[in-house]
């Protein structure tokens, strides 16, 4: 069945690198697309960022050319790499799958994973 | 970017009750839009798709409708399991953005 899970540090010092991989099985990276979206602590969604299945990546322009989305089909990951955290970069990172007509949904969500950034 | 506004923030509601959750887009966003459900344990799901189509498995008491920059999300007899937060999401233009949600508490 489909499945996303997400893994990563707990925590994370402040203006240091986050590194989270997104682990899919049940589909191929090749035929649908994947995205980034977080979730800060009793606050709601925002989307980071999306791997395309060709290989492309786009990306929320919030994050400037803080963020990186890149993948390796072959073990079926998907990564997102942050550099600079601040300490509003507090959340729950999540990766999604997208089919791929236009429009469709997240249709799977992994259950993220709780990042904490200190100082 | 475009902004969507969500209300109401939160909506005490009875078992039963049929209830609307409008999301607002500050542009016409051309019916690309979704509905999601967020569960308390964090677990998120799709609920609608292209403003009025419901995804597969989603009981048939959930529809959106809607059109140029007004959308709405009903609910049209609560269960128990409804009580969750909502969230609607644009895809007419990057960066896909979301409303600030609408969380559904038993009144």
């Known amino acids: 069945q489909v499945q996303l899970k997400e893994t990563g540090p707990d925590l994370v010092q402040l203006t240091q690198t986050l590194s989270i991989t997104c682990t899919v099985s049940g589909f191929s990276l090749t035929t649908y697309n994947v995205h980034w979206v977080r979730q800060p602590p009793g606050k709601g969604l925002e989307w980071m960022g999306a791997?395309?299945?060709?290989?492309?990546?786009d990306y929320n322009s919030a994050f400037k050319s803080r963020l990186s989305i890149s993948r390796d089909t072959s073990k079926s990951q998907v990564f997102l790499k942050m550099n600079s955290l601040q300490t509003d970069d507090t959340a729950k990172y999540f990766c999604?799958?997208?089919?791929?007509?236009?429009?469709?949904?997240?249709?799977?969500w992994g259950q993220g994973v709780m990042v904490t950034v200190s100082s | 970017d475009i902004q969507m506004t969500q209300t109401p923030s939160s909506m005490p509601a009875s078992l039963g009750e049929r209830v609307t959750i409008s999301c607002r887009a500050s542009q016409g966003i051309s019916n690309y839009l979704n509905w999601y459900q967020q569960k308390p344990d964090g677990t998120i799901k799709p609920l609608i798709y292209y403003t009025s189509n419901l995804q597969s498995g989603v009981p048939s008491r959930f529809s959106g409708s809607g059109s140029g920059t007004d959308y709405s999300l009903t609910i049209s007899s609560l269960e128990p399991e409804d009580f969750a937060m909502y969230y609607c999401?644009?895809?007419?233009?990057?960066?896909?953005?979301f409303g600030g949600g609408t969380k559904l508490e038993l009144k």
């Open positions: 999604a799958r997208q089919d791929l007509y236009y429009g469709s949904p997240f249709d799977y």
């Open positions: 999401q644009q895809y007419d233009s990057s960066p896909w953005t």
């Open positions: 791997m395309w299945n060709g290989g492309g990546t």
